[in-house]
């Protein structure tokens, strides 16, 4: 400066001399300042580090969201921090978190979906307002988008019109940061979705475990004996019952096949063991009744169902054979077919007995019945005719009662046979046969449908012979007597009703008319035996019959017989 | 007799910043708080805060202020949702409160502030005032108190702030959040003594600017031209430069009497402008026509030597005395745009250390606003640009 100045020129020199210093206030302000973002940057990535420190610990989605929102408006100064993430394959999964909106927090939500479903992109950020009426005056929004994933996550910091002008511009240098933050915080999110999935498979394991403890449990403690063999039927584990059974210990049997020790020679039929072997080639499940051998050479017998075992690949690992001590079932099994032979054998003796008895009865009966017929009456006198009616009257008695047991002594003995006739023709024989029993009585028949039926045709004509019999049997004496018979066939059944107006049968006396030597009234002799051959009759050829009556108004009995086949049936 | 207690966090749900403050501080019994005082930065919603606290401490006085960020005993905190609290049991107090504030009625409304803590309890003898920050006349504050409870009756705490925008400022008084409002706990326990002190650590450099014309706190005119003009041109500044930008660097000083200058450890007192209107400039105390005044620089060894002396002073003048609760006031231009973090912790280090007792930091409300209140000259003075202390002890 020269040395010469005035005083004036002094003066200009000393004020531009003083506004370079408070100018060089201003300039080391403006580092100051520069200090500070840098500072606050700092502050910020310290910041992030708590931010991770917090959200490892966090393993529900809703709570990271809420530390993301919270953590977005202290890292970034922000007024609000929204964070919300989508999935969307499972469409229910949504949450949001807004921070800091206070009263509008509602109008804000609602904007910043908008916001959230408009803007595309990754890591975008805007100043100033992009939409009409939205309330933010500047935000950062940040969006993972990740290909492969059904997730979706936006992050958006912002500040609302109305604190727009207490907080500061965003400054560029919070980008890279906010960017880093959006990584993390959607790394966090992806953590917390395997989280989930590991946790998922583990109860998934756990409840295997457990479901494998309980089986195990009752593989090791039931009565049966259970063998789990290897894919080659070797013996890998067996259990306390098989032991049990079988006399034999788990280190003598492991590694070996069940037949190679448990089988004997001819002990089972081949059929039996082709269809074992058969099944464990094919691996199918099979069960059969075998003969084994125990340690001590005991034979044993024993119900084994073996079904094999498939990993998720469906290759056979194992089989499991269960297998149960039948032996005393196998023993009763055997007595009670032994006696039942005896009884079939006592009873068809009976039976021949019976028929034979009453056959060779009925003859001389028939001779007395003939010679009564023969007798001259007119010499006689009064009381002789009597007696010898009486005689008569007790031989056809007599006769019945044999006819009866035949009947029943037949049905007993005979097999079934099942052949085409014509029942209308049958019906109509056996109501003209029976029509002298009483003349009195007025029968009719009322017939519709198939006349030609499949049926036991001897057995049929005994039972309606018996029914329709009684039927005129106990009608109603004085005129006036009926009975009616109305027959359906179809081509799969038939059904006769035989109503009558005779003097009916007490209630109390309906439960019993079917059981043996069962009589319901004394107004007329009887056995006792003819409904309840009818019943033995009707259930051995597949029929059903059953019967109604009033005392003094009549009696309906009801036939109901299925059509059968041309066919023999026996049955026993 | 009173007891204080105090918690400070950063917390961005209000809600849980209210309740971890209330839990951290007082823990989960509060029925002997009486009267809650909140300081929380911008981020926090004021209505939610004093909402979250009427519920969780339904029977107690509620009062609180924005700022631009806390002290407290656990440290310093500068962001957007820092919240602190000192809670107060017993009853000894009372709480005025006032709405719509500003440089031209600020003594009518401090005056009806006054009267009213005094009929709520004639023995006041020391009260914390917290005031809007923008627009207001803090001497005329400060003379409307002392015309009504004394010249005697100390006067501490500070004005409001936002994030030095400059933009806008909270105060809430129970339910009611204001913001031109201002609000004066008035305490009364006889057995509490307190001591102020403030200090800045500024230089005035190069020629003053002259008030050429002013009215009541606003500058109308600097060395003949439009003040806002002439004051962002010397600070090289654009002219369209906002409030917020010229805080920093635009700490104006009023020189001293030798008197005071000696106790205050600096020539000159500083003043902070709090808003433009125009290019008018708002002040933040009615200031005369011819009044000069100077641009600073910051001297760093100055304001933590000065920081030293003050605390010295302080400990001294309280005969060996236990502190019960400090409450502090710091100007938010010694905040983040003055000193790096570590250097903050520093002298914040500096100013508490002295004041524990049995190595425990006594109760300690703190904040960073746009200006504090502390006795100078056996005065009650406002200040700019200071870190302000207030000890209660007993």
Not at chain 1, 174 to 184: A, G, M, N, P
Not at chain 2, 21 to 48: K, M, P, R, Y
Not at chain 2, 116 to 137: H, R
Request: net charge negative; with cysteine; aromatic share 8%.
């Amino acid at each position: 400066m020269p040395h010469n100045l005035s005083h004036e020129e002094l003066l200009q020199e000393y004020l531009k001399l003083q506004s370079r210093v408070t100018r060089f206030s201003a300039k080391e302000q403006e580092l100051i300042n520069v200090r500070d973002l840098l500072d606050q940057e700092l502050v910020g990535y310290k910041r992030m580090n708590e931010f991770h420190t917090a959200a490892i610990e966090v393993h529900e989605v809703p709570q990271l969201l809420e530390l993301i929102a919270e953590t977005l408006v202290d890292l970034f100064e922000m007024e609000i921090g929204f964070a919300c993430f989508r999935h969307w394959v499972e469409q229910d999964r949504y949450h949001c978190h807004l921070e800091g909106a206070g009263k509008f927090k509602g109008e804000m939500q609602e904007a910043l979906h908008r916001l959230c479903a408009d803007q595309e992109g990754v890591y975008d950020w805007k100043d100033g307002l992009t939409d009409e009426g939205m309330p933010l005056a500047r935000y950062m929004l940040g969006k993972k988008h990740r290909s492969g994933s059904a997730v979706e996550m936006v992050v958006v910091a912002g500040v609302s019109q109305e604190k727009a002008r207490t907080y500061g511009l965003i400054d560029r240098r919070k980008y890279t940061l906010f960017q880093l933050f959006v990584e993390s915080c959607s790394a966090h999110l992806e953590r917390i979705f395997a989280r989930e999935r590991i946790q998922a498979q583990l109860e998934t394991i756990r409840k295997s475990e457990l479901e494998l403890r309980r089986l195990s449990l009752i593989a090791t403690n039931i009565n049966s004996g259970v063998i789990i063999t290897d894919a080659k039927a070797r013996i890998v584990w067996v259990n306390d019952a098989f032991k049990k059974t079988t006399g034999y210990l788990e280190e003598e049997v492991i590694g070996k096949k069940p037949k190679d020790f448990l089988q004997a020679e001819g002990l089972n039929g081949d059929e039996t063991l082709h269809r074992l072997s058969r099944a464990l080639q094919q691996h199918e499940n099979v069960s059969v009744d075998l003969k084994n051998v125990r340690k001590n050479g005991e034979v044993f017998y024993l119900r084994l169902t073996i079904s094999p075992v498939r990993d998720q690949e469906n290759q056979l690992v194992n089989f499991i054979a269960i297998q149960q001590d039948i032996t005393d079932e196998k023993v009763s099994e055997s007595k009670m077919l032994k006696q039942n032979e005896e009884l079939i054998k006592i009873n068809q003796e009976l039976d021949q007995f019976v028929y034979s008895i009453s056959h060779d009865l009925r003859a001389p009966l028939l001779s007395i019945q003939g010679l009564l017929g023969l007798i001259n009456t007119q010499g006689l006198r009064d009381e002789n005719r009597e007696y010898l009616g009486l005689i008569g009257e007790s031989t056809k008695r007599l006769d019945q009662t044999i006819l009866e047991i035949l009947n029943y002594s037949r049905n007993a003995r005979l097999d079934v046979q099942f052949e085409s006739f014509n029942l209308k023709t049958t019906m109509a024989n056996i109501l003209s046969d029976l029509g002298s029993m009483r003349l009195d009585v007025k029968t009719t028949l009322d017939w519709s449908g198939e006349e030609e039926v499949v049926q036991d045709e001897i057995r049929v004509g005994v039972l309606l012979k018996n029914i329709i019999a009684n039927a005129i049997k106990y009608s109603k004496p004085g005129g006036g007597a009926w009975v009616e018979v109305r027959a359906i066939a179809t081509p799969q059944a038939m059904q006769i009703i035989i109503t009558d107006n005779g003097e009916g049968i007490d209630t109390h006396h309906l439960r019993q008319v079917f059981d043996m030597f069962y009589r319901a009234t004394t107004s007329s002799p009887g056995t006792g035996l003819g409904l309840y051959v009818s019943k033995e009759i009707t259930e051995k050829i597949g029929g059903t019959i059953s019967i109604e009556s009033t005392l003094n108004i009549g009696t309906e009995v009801t036939i109901i017989l299925p059509q059968h086949e041309h066919e023999q049936i026996s049955i026993d | 007799m009173l007891k204080f207690h105090s918690y400070s966090t950063r917390m961005v749900n209000t809600r849980r910043g209210v309740m971890e403050c209330l839990e951290s501080a007082v823990g989960e019994d509060t029925s002997q708080i009486n009267l809650l005082i909140w300081h929380a930065s911008l981020g926090h919603d004021f209505q939610d805060l004093v909402d979250a606290a009427r519920e969780l401490v339904p029977h107690a006085r509620i009062v609180a202020t924005s700022c631009c960020g806390v002290v407290g005993r656990e440290g310093v905190s500068e962001s957007m949702k820092d919240i602190a609290l000192m809670a107060v049991e017993g009853k000894e107090f009372a709480v005025a409160h006032c709405d719509g504030l500003n440089g031209k009625n600020a003594f009518a409304k401090c005056e009806q502030m006054a009267r009213s803590l005094q009929e709520q309890d004639p023995n006041v003898n020391m009260v914390y005032f917290l005031g809007s920050g923008i627009d207001t006349a803090n001497d005329q504050c400060i003379q409307a108190f002392e015309s009504v409870l004394g010249k005697e009756v100390t006067i501490f705490g500070a004005t409001s702030s936002d994030n030095m925008k400059g933009v806008v400022n909270y105060q809430a008084v129970d339910d009611e959040v204001m913001e031109h409002g201002a609000y004066a706990v008035g305490f009364s326990d006889p057995t509490l003594k307190v001591e102020t002190q403030a200090t800045h650590g500024f230089v005035a450099v190069g020629e003053p600017l002259v008030v050429t014309k002013s009215n009541g706190h606003l500058i109308q005119e600097l060395d003949g031209q439009p003040a806002w003009e002439a004051f962002t041109r010397r600070l090289g500044l654009d002219a369209s430069a906002e409030c917020g930008d010229t805080i920093p660097i635009g700490a104006l000083a009023e020189k001293l009497s030798e008197d005071l200058a000696k106790e205050y450890g600096n020539d000159h007192i500083l003043r902070v402008v709090t808003g433009r209107v125009g290019n008018e400039m708002q002040y933040a105390t009615e200031v005369a026509e011819g009044t000069e005044l100077w641009l600073t620089k910051r001297d760093e060894p100055l304001i933590f030597s000065e920081m030293d002396r003050i605390v010295e002073e302080i400990r001294g003048r309280m005969d060996d005395a236990a502190p019960v609760a400090v409450f502090h006031a710091d100007c938010l231009a010694r905040g983040r745009f003055l000193f790096d973090r570590i250097i903050k912790e520093e002298l914040v280090g500096k100013m508490q250390f002295p004041f524990y007792e049995n190595g425990q930091c006594p109760p300690w409300l703190g904040m960073y606003g746009f200006g504090e209140f502390a006795r100078l000259g056996g005065k009650n003075e406002y200040h700019n640009y200071t870190t302000a202390l207030y000890v209660l002890y007993r």
